[in-house]
């Protein structure tokens, strides 16, 4: 498909034109050294073409992005047991808020915000070791994108554990309120190790293909997750994966998408396209920049919206 | 499509034996009567055949049903100047709630919230009198329709602007940071009265049909949006329909859908079919408990859903 | 006693000094043309002497140190009921928030913040119209004042109404939960009248006498209420009367107290003194900056924190 | 005084008849297993001489009355620069709400909310290590009830620190914000431990007279602090001394005052009195029941409100 090529290249030239580029995250302290130039871009189309462009092979760290894959890990431990802990709905605040926590008994709203992440990650480590648990997310990570080089940046993931006071209050929050089984502690350094994988956008687009083909690996037939089920974490992606700018994100690109800190994008076109995008620097709500103008380019260019082509 | 026909019937049918119906609008005396028993579907697909089931061709209260259409009237009139007074963003809270005005400067979240809702009709209102605007509203549901019939139900009309006194807190509270612009009674009067316009679930789906066809009237090829505009609303239905049960109506339904008080629901199979469904009992969120559950069984066997087949 | 004369008049000097005065509330127009410049005080004590200073005797817009009054007005015709309607706990908020509001089932945290007063107001005007309610707080102002020229700027209580779109939203929302009896037209119109009695300091300190000197007038031996009740008053005059500002003002003036956007503050200390201070220029919480400097220095020179000598 | 010491022993025997007494604090194990029956109280007078009634000697957990002399000490070390890092308004919600921290940058509302008791705990912990902040804790209450046999119990400390989640996410939360100096766990063990003294009603009431006496320690003549800050204390105790229901206990004890859970009331009636009462249940706002009904009926008889004879 000569004409996605064309556009994926176009748009990585394009996005090196732009200056302003958002903020790189600063509160984690190994992001913040992140070069805000860097953009990158990789769609795996219908046949299993993997069309890349800028820094579409380089590592970054995933950040929330891995929170889709703890989801979708989890809804295969404990099926819909999970939606006790966790609800479905938008939150109308920022990605840490501890609002509304306090309001609703310690139950997050969503499984993509922080402290709905941690408890999904308390769910997988229930029975494990940390270190097992870890283990599991890692493998599961690499299978996906048929890449086992793929691994944590242990960097990253000590700077989250030596800063990462909001996401303990978070935590012990939860805890207080009887939503997390394990010590916080686990939990939490199963959390920072697993939002610490570092990924490329080839290489996170390989990993989201299930989602874009009803839960199958579409180049190996294997299934990863009923159909129904791929569709559902779709739909938690269009009304939740963006914070506070899911609706946003919704309205200019019109796919379901998860968001990272780390400036990663990955967004899903059913039964079209996987895509992963990269740009470092994010906006007012903590969401790549470019990388959400990127995908809006490609999408209305390639008439993927799910919302009327 | 004869199977569309069967799958209509057969749920008409399924709904009919449902004993958990919800509870009917108690808050707005004139519809606290209706029969709880009710339930009508309409399904107009890509050939432009209209399918109908139970009290499909009975008239109801559109309620907030009507927002869609005061949203595509408005954003014709002002264009992307209307996100100035409104925002698109999922609330996390109820239909009624006044508590985000106050964090954000009298703007409401999104336009379907009843804050959100008397901002677009303020827009509508400038430089008329109600009654023109009014007008103008009934006009364009006749039109949308192909209806001449459409009428507004003067006593709900009534019953509301009698008791309506948290919509008049939500004006007012909108006209103290200047968000409106017409005195808060004309503003008032005439989203009163487009909340109870009254129709059949075939005269809402008529009406929705340039939402599922790129913005076009398919019956007669009469452009009513941009197609862009069209994708645009459709992702606010997705991500903001149904009040903070959106992500549920998201995650079960997997479609762009708006509630109203009344029991119906008008949601869109971008490309497939506008659909329509009405049964009066709420769940605790005010949509429509079994219409959801209808929508949920249609798109499932027709695989309808947005987020892959 | 000469010394508190010759203290009333150094801090009449002191305050004339300032050069840093606040800002003088800008949302009702009437009040935005007032002088800053202004500075009165009126201290009656024990024996019942008024040591008068800078402008104390000018009329100015006493605003919510009314409610004092009509709470005072509102205890006597409905006695305990009243606090059916209203709480008596300190906000935690600005004197027009309307969120506690909503988790609290529209019954106001207490009668001093704008939602309080209005359903105070509100008990007052039941089973009479407006202009009897409105006549019998004046009527009360006048008695407590000894002084029958006091008498309501129309001028200010247009403003407000026409203006009043942030008290037009807490009394239909309160509505809207059954807390008001009254259209809330006629609430409205009775609280804004009353929050626009013109009075000078020395006319107000008369007024708060009975305040100082459990329940009596002092010079004639009249009851106003009985002990208890002047007590009660004092201490919610101490949580809640100065907004969010209030913990400031107990700390730093010892003193029950009232505040006013018109810059005016009435405080109490009991056995001793009762005391009103004029100064229009408004701190960040609506309370008079000055009047407080002035307050601080008087309770400090004369020992009268009611915390300890 | 023998009227004192009859009205104290009329008090301890009604008490002994109240059949409602509250709950006991059940999230803290250790306070669990208290006996509701328990009634003590304790009046030192201006002579000094000891009234105690009912458990008056028996010691109980003082919990969070420990945070009126953790400020005492703080303001000792860091005088006005503490409230940099703590307000002194009422919060207008529970004692552990983690709600306000988020809109005001994790500045606690006030030293008397937990939140605020952790920050001032962090400021007397700063360049020491935990043992001997708490050593100079435990020294200062010695000092002030004038008895060496004052003592932690290690129980309900090392109780607290198993389940004190919500404590811990304050202090994350804090923390995040920079709010903090040490570490969260150390700042965490000192608080807990404090707040596990065991203190008697006569111990107490001991401890609270330099708040009575303008500062000073009326037997020995020690000044503890300056008048002016004996004052503001107390102010501070009187707006937000009983969290939620800080108006409510102003209203009917008219006393500064500062609860604890394990159903202690610290009370000062300056000038007249120090007093301590102890009745394990508490009211819905986590208060002493019977101890504020007990001190109501003291301060009544006595006419010791500070609003007025």
Redesign the interface.
Known sequence: MPQLDEIVTEIAQEMACYSDRGEVASYIPELARIDPKHFGIAVIDAEGNAHIGGDGDMAFSIQSISKVFTLTLALGKAGDRLWRRV???????AFN??????NEKGIP??PFINAGAIAVTDLILSGHQPREALGEILHFMRFLADDPSIAIDEAVAASEQRTG??N??????M??FGVLDNP?DYTLGVYFHHCAIAMSCRQLAMAGRF????GLNPSTGHRVVQ?ER???I???M???GHY?????F??RV?L?GKSGVGGGILAVA??KASIAVWAPGLDANGNSHLGRIALEALTRRMGW?????
């Open positions: 609800g479905r709905e938008p939150s109308g605040s808020s501890i609002v509304l926590l306090e709203r969503n006071f909001r303990a209050a978070l935590a012990n929050y805890k207080s916080v989602l874009a083909w009803q159909a791929a569709r559902r779709n739909s938690i269009l009304t939740c506070d700018g899911s609706g946003e919704a309205y019109g379901p059913p039964g919206s799910i919302f009327g082509a």
